[in-house]
């Protein structure tokens, strides 16, 4: 009987260790067990896609979960040997078995506290050191009750039959994981980095027979329908920074201070307020993510009546580093922008309220990640954050403007007429 519970654990293992490894391909785009929605993924300093745990995601240069893979199969190889083969081979699968599991047990170990003090936890690594450390147990009795014990010639067949069993099983719920979970282990061109991809792809090859400038005016641009529409009204007000014309076609960006790809979109956006600023009017806001983003969006918040909102986030941009900005390096950019650097930690202590309160308005907004850009409530597709695509947006909204616009004077007309 125990012989049977080390194969059939081994096997949940193979298939949890396949499981994550697409799971790692993918970049976790579903979450880590595979099964939710991308758009409602945030991007966190927890989790498995905690940069901390990208840190021992790999051992001498291979992958934990092709480890992994490796360990269980070869347990459950030793265990179906020790089934079939005769008494002094199947000694010494048995042994080799008890040598991997005494090595994996404590390896495991130190991954689950490497994994407790980073406070980053990926369930999916958590399951399987369940699994190794329940094959420790198993070995731990057998050792106990005695060691290795020969499966006799009549009990044979049946110990085959129990791990042909098993086995049938285990493929069936490999199969129900790839099909339903990870969907045969690919993903469409249009998901995850595969779009980064394929986009990278015909970047490549296209301008060899078109021209960029043509590439440019054929390039599709659109809105994300999966993002709730965004009530601007909610959000800007007479006395908010803004770059353009007020009152134009309203352009409306989350972005974290601390947020790699943010740092491209800031500069995307103050280039396209310099070109589109006549037609529209862009505003900025700190969407937090990580809670070392609290003290640079703090200090957004304080620089917002002083005329230099939008130069604090372009040196905040300019200077992101692991770990966010502290107290020294904000005090410093104030200086630098003659900002009133007078009682700063405690104007910054005074502003964490506002800025708790509005990650929690972008979060009942639906905004789950940054960067995220609304032109008149409707979010940009990710396909289409670039310069020139904001702008034939902004030209789209601006028409469907001053259509309404004109829908709504001919209405009137009709009825002052009809009164007459």
């Known amino acids: 009987m125990l012989n049977r519970l080390v194969f059939f654990f081994a096997i949940v293992g193979m298939i949890l260790a396949i499981h994550l490894w697409i799971q790692k391909e993918r970049d976790f785009d579903q979450g880590c067990w595979g099964v939710g929605e991308t758009a409602e993924l945030v991007t966190t300093s927890s989790g498995c896609r905690s940069a901390e745990l990208a840190k021992i ?57 490497y994994q407790v003090a980073a406070k980053a936890f990926c369930p999916l690594c958590i ?48 199969v129900a994981v790839l099909v339903f979970v990870n969907h045969l282990g690919t993903r469409g061109f249009d998901e995850g980095s595969n779009a980064e991809k394929f986009t990278s792809m015909v970047g490549r090859s296209l301008p060899r027979f078109i021209e960029a400038a043509k590439l440019q005016e054929m390039k599709p641009v659109g809105f994300n329908v999966n993002v709730p529409t965004l009530r601007t009204e909610d959000w800007i007000t007479s006395t908010t920074p803004s770059l353009g014309t007020p009152g134009k076609v309203n352009v409306v960006a989350f972005l974290d201070p601390n947020c790699p790809s943010c740092k491209g979109e800031f ?21 937090v993510l990580w809670d070392y983003s609290l003290l640079p969006s703090e200090a957004l918040e304080v620089a917002r009546p002083s005329g230099k909102y939008f130069d604090l986030w372009r040196v905040q941009m300019e200077r992101q580093r692991p770990g966010g900005l502290d107290l020294a390096a904000i005090e ?28 929690e308005r972008a979060i009942a907004a639906g905004i789950d990640g940054t960067p995220t850009i609304f032109i008149d409530g409707l979010a940009v597709d990710d396909l289409s954050r670039d310069e020139r695509s904001l702008g034939k947006l902004i030209e789209r909204a601006d028409l469907a403007r001053t259509r309404r616009a004109e829908i709504t004077l001919a209405s009137a007309t009709a009825k002052h007429t009809g009164s007459n």
């Open 127 to 174: 399951v399987s050191a369940l699994l190794v450390a329940t094959l420790f147990a198993i070995h731990v009795v057998k050792y106990w009750r005695g060691g290795f014990v020969m499966t006799s010639a009549d009990q044979r067949a049946h110990e085959v039959g129990y791990a042909a069993g098993m086995s049938f099983g285990a493929i069936s719920v490999l």
């Open 267 to 287: 500069a995307m956006l103050e280039s396209a307020a310099k070109r589109y600023g006549g037609q529209a009017a862009f505003y900025i806001f700190s969407r």
């Open 57 to 113: 995601s790999k051992f001498f240069g291979i992958s934990i979960a092709a480890w992994g893979y490796g360990f269980y199969f070869f347990v459950a190889a030793m265990a179906f040997a020790q089934m079939v083969l005769s008494s002094h081979v199947a000694r010494v699968c048995h042994t080799a078995s008890e040598i991997a599991v005494a090595f994996a047990f404590p390896y495991t170990c130190y991954l689950l506290y």
């Open 332 to 359: 410093k950019a104030f200086n630098e922008l003659h900002l009133n650097t007078a009682n700063l930690d405690q104007r910054l202590a005074a502003a964490r309220p506002a800025v708790k309160a509005q990650r």
